[in-house]
């Protein structure tokens, strides 16, 4: 389907999203019923049961807490992980800083683009150039869903073809000898060696060809078949670290960006504009997308896609202050380079 069309069917879904979600957890009774019915849980144990509902009672409590404050910019609420420990979430943060980024040591180009004339609002959305909101399970593979939904939309501005492109494929046959961001598959890894690890092997396939199974957290070996790949990925571009204007240029002028950020305080984010990460020292733990800027209220917000299901945050999307590279954002960011 030619991008054009596709950008009119966003437009349509987009309209339609801010009244698509019942928020029943912003009613007085809301209980732990409502909340199995509403997200479809069970539970194989009575023991499990009371479990997760104290763990989602405690959940809960802190997300009215947070509501009832009136100076909070953003809204939380409960989703898919309210019935999780904070020790469980972690397990989706696949970006772990403490691995080392600066041992991978590549020879990227930089870029230099400038701040002119620049729109006040961007969401590449609206263009029909970024595949549905996806889901990585219990797998830190944050980094393969961030590189291949950044590519998935390169791929469509440039040809006007929107591929839903294999995430399994970058877990599997990415390796990461010097511990990038973590040590590879579902234990973390970088868009960069994403990239790199297309260029060497020739191309990347698609979700239909080489499906995500790796949601429960196993990793697996690599099946890619080069006859199958579907786009030639030459590299990428490194934009430079913690500097906003070259970014804001790069997602205005260029498209979506994979950007690694400090994502523990995200658990229950539901809507409005973020700024509760730690704005002076992040701990960059999590690989997601950049799609666009905006101004709500007076703040202006970076548009950040996640991989989490539509289920969480805005239809699985984030809205987070632009102001001191919040939630290290302006850390490490860049997009691919591809030959069509």
């Known amino acids: 389907m030619k991008a054009t069309t596709v950008a009119v069917l966003a437009v349509v879904l987009l309209a339609g999203m801010a009244a698509a979600k019942t928020r029943w957890h912003q009613l007085e009774g809301y209980t732990f019923e409502h909340y199995k019915a509403e997200y479809k849980k069970a539970y194989a144990t009575t023991t499990e049961h009371e479990y997760r509902r104290q763990v989602f009672e405690q959940n809960l409590a802190k997300i009215r807490a947070h509501n009832a404050d009136t100076t909070k910019t953003w809204k939380e609420g409960v989703n898919h992980m309210s019935d999780w420990t904070s020790e469980e979430f972690r397990r989706l943060l696949g970006y772990d800083q403490s691995y080392g980024y600066s041992k991978h040591q590549p020879a990227p180009t930089q870029t230099r683009l400038g701040m002119v004339q620049l729109p006040e609002t961007v969401d590449w959305r609206t263009q029909g150039v970024v595949t549905p909101v996806k889901d990585q399970g219990n797998c830190g593979s944050c980094w393969s869903f961030g590189s291949a939904q950044t590519l998935e939309s390169h791929v469509a501005i440039k040809t006007g073809y929107l591929e839903t492109l294999s995430e399994q494929n970058i877990l599997d046959c990415t390796p990461n000898p010097n511990e990038c961001g973590g040590t590879g598959g579902c234990e973390g890894g970088t868009a960069e060696l994403a990239y790199d690890a297309f260029a060497k092997n020739g191309g990347v396939q698609t979700e239909w060809t080489y499906p995500y199974i790796s949601w ?125």
């Open 216 to 340: 429960a957290g196993k990793n697996f070996e690599c099946q890619f078949d080069p006859s199958k790949s579907v786009i030639n990925v030459t590299g990428y571009t490194k934009l430079p670290s913690n500097q906003y204007e070259p970014l804001m240029s790069a997602v205005a002028n260029l498209g979506p960006i994979a950007i690694s950020v400090e994502a523990i305080r995200w658990q229950s984010y539901e809507e409005g504009v973020f700024d509760g990460c730690n704005q002076t020292n992040p701990d960059i733990d999590h690989n997601v997308q950049l799609v666009g800027y905006g101004s709500e209220d007076g703040k202006d917000y970076w548009l950040v896609r996640n991989s989490w299901t539509p289920h969480w945050g805005d239809h699985g999307y984030i809205k987070t202050v632009t102001v001191c590279g919040t939630c290290g954002i302006l850390f490490d960011t860049v997009y691919p380079t591809i030959s069509v």
